[in-house]
């Protein structure tokens, strides 16, 4: 099979809620021949959008999970995966963003820059991929693309130029002026799809010179060619087009293009840019570690006569069983062909290979390079790397956040206790921000996750999905305990029982830790206690901070020194020394001035002006920080620091205050120290717990 790699791209869909990915990935399907009739996300004819399969993201109108298909544009093969804008599905944009190549970065017209778009910016750096940025929803009232462009230079930070400019904004919105042709051109017919190319409009042209000068300036930084071309006033279009291609392949320019999804206005324009500026995926260096070489970096090419490297980056279950996503970045991945999984070290068969289209799939006999395809009935983890036969590579995996919330579950009864155990040891495999355990002290199901919304959805898919009910309980906060003066201890450890006792002796100091969680530091000198036992001591130090005498929760920030002990030829063991190691722990643990920690969480509210006052007085009474706050317009921003015990019920409390016209997202920030009175009250409910167990 001949294919071109240069004509197939790898692109994601990426922005803050509501600033319009789902309805841009309706249109590009539409303007692709994929589907023939557009549906709203939010739609009256209740079949909501394609991209969202669920029928829990159709009701609430938001993304949960991300979504693949393949379309054709032009000559063109585009995959393109939608993703959530929520804080709390942060693992799906990660994932996604670990095998695209490249992204449509999505703002709306009037909000701009918001919170979320600072996140999904800082996962693209991270992952290094280049994007073209869409201002959309320039019909609405307020609309202003030129100040989003100033915010992404200001924000986060990015080379942007317009590569068009609106022809009228808000209810006015017309069509687009292209800058490198210097035409304009108006969207027209049923939905759009005759595009009428003319002049631009007479008040519009002093305009469209002077962003056409800047654009022309900017991208002859790539171009010597071009940069003559200019000086000469004759460039070309091709040359143009080089010279940005080559600016957003290095991630020092994006260009900006902007239109309205909902009004079906920009976007054939912006899927030439996709084609024209995103890369294929041989102009990608990724790189896999090879196993049998302690790790050496090893490149991978786009050549299909090489042996296959793929990574599976997502699992769902559907109703035939697991699906793999798998994105192919080396040789082919065959029907029939066998793969060796380099985590588990087992080999499997491909048995079925299908093409996602959101939820609905087509088989196919192979897949190239840079291909994202999916694999039925295989056993494998999210982030596994399948390999030919003797090749032993893994590729890096990707970036998974800590959970910042967590719920106590308890099924109704014992049907829903079975399907309960189902249900979470499916959702856990597919998602690696969603974790769950049982608390060995309440023996109460406990589940962790990125937000309340993110812990509810999943509540309501096993209420649906598995015909389970549950019952939840408040959230249990991940409190830590730290000390905060430095405490010496000297314990002996003896215990004589006939024959070998146990002998330990271990002496020297604890003092606190910034930025780390525990150290151990040998300082013994003179072999009072010997080598072998040192690993002793530290392993029983390291238990000892599990579980903290305040409230029972880990402790952190600890860096335990030894410098003196004793050990006694016969009595003295590896058990022995753990054990006095624990003992020692506790004795300046206690001399240590122990404090309770808090999760403090980064909190960032949008909402109009008038709210502000209400925003403010909101935050203070939950004991938070104001760090800033920003007036855009009629519209600010409050970024805040707020303990997240206090953040529970936030959203309902926040839409209440604001007419459900403000949001907030939050991330974890640091742990804090909690004050006395609170620390008072947790420390006596500690101790009541513990009597009435010990009581049972």
Request: net charge negative; hydrophobic share 35%.
């Amino acid at each position: 099979m001949s294919f071109d790699i240069s004509k197939m791209r790898n692109i994601g869909i990426s922005a803050h809620i509501d600033s319009g990915k789902t309805t841009l990935s309706e249109r590009i399907l539409f303007y692709c021949d994929k589907i023939h009739a557009i549906h709203e996300v939010r739609g009256k004819d209740g079949v909501g959008a394609v991209m969202d399969n669920m029928e829990l993201e159709r009701e609430r109108g938001i993304t949960i999970q991300s979504a693949s298909t393949q379309v054709q544009w032009k000559d063109y093969t585009i995959n393109v995966i939608d993703t959530p804008g929520h804080v709390d599905f942060t693992v799906e944009v990660e994932r996604s963003l670990r095998v695209l190549d490249g992204a449509i970065l999505v703002l709306c017209s009037v909000g701009g820059v918001q919170s979320q778009s600072i996140t999904v910016d800082r996962q693209l750096k991270r992952y290094h991929v280049p994007r073209i940025a869409f201002v959309n929803k320039c019909d609405r009232t307020g609309a202003n693309p030129f100040k989003v462009r100033m915010q992404l230079r200001e924000k986060l930070g990015l080379n942007a130029y317009m590569m068009q400019i609106p022809i009228g904004l808000e209810d006015k919105l017309e069509g687009v002026v292209d800058l490198i042709t210097m035409k304009a051109m108006y969207f027209e017919g049923d939905s759009g799809t005759e595009i009428r190319v003319a002049e631009i409009p007479a008040h519009l042209v002093d305009e469209a010179e002077k962003y056409r000068e800047e654009l022309l300036e900017a991208a002859s930084m790539f171009s010597d060619e071009l940069m003559e071309a200019v000086l000469e006033g004759n460039p070309s279009e091709e040359m143009i087009k080089t010279a940005i291609r080559k600016g957003t392949l290095s991630e020092q320019f994006v260009p900006v293009f902007c239109g309205s999804a909902y009004k079906n206005k920009g976007i054939q324009p912006l899927l030439d840019g996709v084609v024209s500026y995103l890369p294929d995926p041989s102009e990608v260096k990724n790189f896999a570690l090879n196993l049998d070489k302690n790790e050496e970096q090893v490149e991978l090419t786009c050549d299909p006569d090489k042996p296959c490297v793929a990574l599976g980056f997502k699992l769902e279950d559907g109703q035939y069983g697991q699906l793999t996503y798998v994105r192919v970045y080396q040789g082919c991945l065959k029907k029939g062909a066998e793969l060796y999984n380099t985590r588990s070290h087992k080999k499997f068969k491909v048995g079925r290979l299908v093409r996602m289209n959101s939820a609905s799939m087509e088989d196919i006999n192979e897949g190239v390079p840079g291909d994202i395809v999916a694999l039925f009935g295989i056993d494998c983890a999210s982030g596994d790397t399948f390999c030919s036969d003797g090749l032993n590579y893994a590729m890096t995996s990707m970036f998974v956040p800590e959970p910042v919330i967590s719920l106590a579950i308890t099924p109704k009864d014992k049907k829903s206790a079975d399907q309960m155990a189902k249900a979470l040891n499916r959702f856990t495999k597919e998602d690696p921000t969603f974790q769950t355990y049982v608390d060995p002290e309440s023996n109460q199901t406990i589940i962790k996750g990125m937000g309340e919304l993110h812990l509810d959805v999943y509540i309501e898919r096993m209420r649906r999905e598995y015909k389970c009910e549950v019952e939840t309980g408040m959230p249990q906060v991940a409190y830590r305990e730290s000390i905060t003066q430095r405490a010496e201890f000297n314990y002996t450890h003896k215990k004589q029982t006939g024959g070998s006792g146990q002998y330990g002796r271990v002496a020297g100091f604890m003092e606190p830790l910034e930025d780390k969680d525990y150290e151990f530091v040998d300082a013994i000198k003179g072999g009072v206690i010997p080598n072998e036992y040192i690993p002793s001591c530290d392993k029983g130090f390291r238990a000892s901070m599990n579980k903290g005498s305040l409230i029972g929760f880990p402790i952190v920030g600890v860096k335990c020194t030894i410098n003196d002990g004793q050990y006694h030829p016969v009595d003295s063991s590896d058990i022995a020394f753990q054990v006095a190691a624990q003992g020692a722990f506790r004795e300046a643990y206690s001399k240590a001035k122990p404090v309770i920690l808090e999760p403090i969480m980064k909190v960032s509210i949008e909402g109009p002006t008038e709210f502000q006052g209400n925003i403010f007085a909101v935050i203070n009474q939950r004991r938070g920080i104001i760090v800033s706050s920003t007036e855009d317009g009629n519209f600010s921003r409050v970024e805040a620091e707020v303990p997240l015990s206090e953040m529970f019920g936030f959203s309902t409390v926040l839409r209440s205050l604001t007419q459900g016209k403000a949001e907030f997202s939050m991330e974890f920030l640091k742990y804090g120290k909690v004050p006395n009175s609170i620390a008072d009250t947790l420390i006596k409910e500690y101790e009541e717990k513990r009597k009435k167990e010990q009581n049972k």
